[in-house]
């Protein structure tokens, strides 16, 4: 009973709060909702947004959350019609649904009809996607992927993809050139290259092949996604904040995208965009230790300080036991010469990871101005012997009588 009250309370709040919100935030703020195990609320969310905006992606995040409610009847229902409005976008979640159920043969129909469409996943997503795993040992699966549905350069390409993500670059390449000698115009093969070289530290060949891939397919999320990772290892945050732009332009539903663009206008000078994305990653995902410092950093830039150290108070409630989250707050103190404070801070992730040389040198620097020239040389040997040679600057000019 509580939980239906608590539901209807904020289906009523929401009413309010979703004018001004674009799809796209709904889609979002659903997805986060779901990510916190609260579908209910976002079916409520999804649901009042449905009555102006009878969308297709709204029917489909809808169906998610009815998914994680057990209440495969609506979700199939909400995949139907989403159907109806952009023909086999519902096809996929239509095959998850009845994989759960057990139903394998209904389930590899609606995943063939997903794979013969501009909505298909990668051969990896649908392999790794647990709800298939009720139906993997059956016939009707097993049948099912003796046809060859992905080509060979899509193959190799994802198995490049997971060698890069392993570390295991030497075997990408090994992979790629193989590929190449059979495929080298293909735009499978281009993007793996891309890849590759993004990996091997080749910034400048992966930023001309992503910016190729980019512009002959400018609707393309994985490519422009490629493209504003080479633009930001290329030390181009101005470019890569324009790709983010263009992802967000086609209502690409990545929270994660306003949190990236925020750094390259960080990077850029841009502060009054970068705090408008920070708030907006946060307003998703609140409690978000990268984000929360991030904006700390932000506020910082704009030379507030003082709430860059609430947003890093903040963090410390919410991760008390990270020493990242005491070195922010301590850096922002240190730049205010607040030095006690500084020095309690540094101390304190120094507790947790004793072995960073950097913040032995600061916390001996913030002890040494408030002067306590003892526990600063102390602080600076630490540093030294730990291989921080800036320290030995300090220990000669304060240390050595």
Not at 60 to 67: G, N, P, Q, T
Not at 232 to 256: H, K, M, Q, W
Not at 268 to 287: M, N, R
């Amino acid at each position: 009973m509580k939980k239906k009250i608590s539901i209807l309370l904020f289906a009523v709040l929401l009413t309010g709060s979703l004018n001004g919100q674009t799809t796209l935030d709904v889609i979002l703020k659903a997805k986060a909702l779901n990510e916190k195990g609260n579908p209910d609320q976002a079916i409520s969310l999804v649901s009042a947004a449905i009555v102006s905006s009878n969308d297709s992606k709204l029917l489909l995040v809808r169906a998610e959350s009815e998914l994680l409610t057990g209440d495969y009847s609506r979700a199939i229902a909400d995949y139907n019609s989403a159907n109806d409005l952009a023909p086999l976008s519902g096809e996929y979640g239509l095959s998850r649904i009845y994989a759960l159920k057990g139903d394998a043969a209904t389930s590899v129909y609606h995943l063939e009809k997903s794979l013969g469409s501009s909505y298909r996943k990668t051969e990896k997503e649908v392999m790794l996607d647990p709800a298939f795993g009720p139906v993997e040992n059956r016939a009707e699966w097993r049948q099912f992927w003796k046809k060859d549905w992905y080509s060979n350069s899509e193959k190799v390409v994802s198995e490049i993809e997971y060698d890069v993500t392993a570390g295991r670059i030497d075997e990408s390449e090994v992979a790629l050139k193989e590929i190449k000698s059979s495929y080298p115009e293909s735009d499978d093969i281009k993007y793996a290259e891309a890849v590759v070289r993004l990996a091997e530290k080749r910034y400048p060949e992966a930023l001309a092949s992503a910016a190729i891939l980019a512009e002959s397919s400018p609707g393309s999320e994985k490519y422009l996604k490629l493209l504003a990772k080479a633009q930001e290892f290329s030390a181009n945050p101005a470019g890569a904040s324009n790709s983010y732009t263009r992802l967000l332009d086609l209502e690409v539903a990545d929270a994660l995208l306003f949190l990236q663009r925020a750094d390259c206008y960080r990077k850029t000078g841009e502060t009054g965009k970068a705090i408008g994305d920070i708030e907006k990653y946060l307003s998703f995902y609140p409690d978000d230790k990268a984000a929360i410092s991030l904006a700390g950093k932000i506020e910082s830039a704009t030379g507030d300080n003082l709430k860059a150290i609430e947003y890093y108070s903040r963090n410390l409630k919410l991760h008390p036991g990270d020493p990242e989250c005491y070195i922010d707050r301590a850096n922002s103190y240190f730049i205010s010469r607040s030095w006690d404070w500084a020095a309690k801070d540094y101390s304190m992730s120094l507790d947790l990871k004793p072995g960073n040389s950097e913040i032995w040198l600061n916390k001996g620097i913030a002890l040494l101005n408030s002067g306590k020239a003892d526990d600063a040389c102390h602080d600076f040997r630490k540093a030294m012997s730990l291989g921080n040679k800036k320290a030995s600057e300090y220990i000669s000019r304060s240390c050595i009588k």
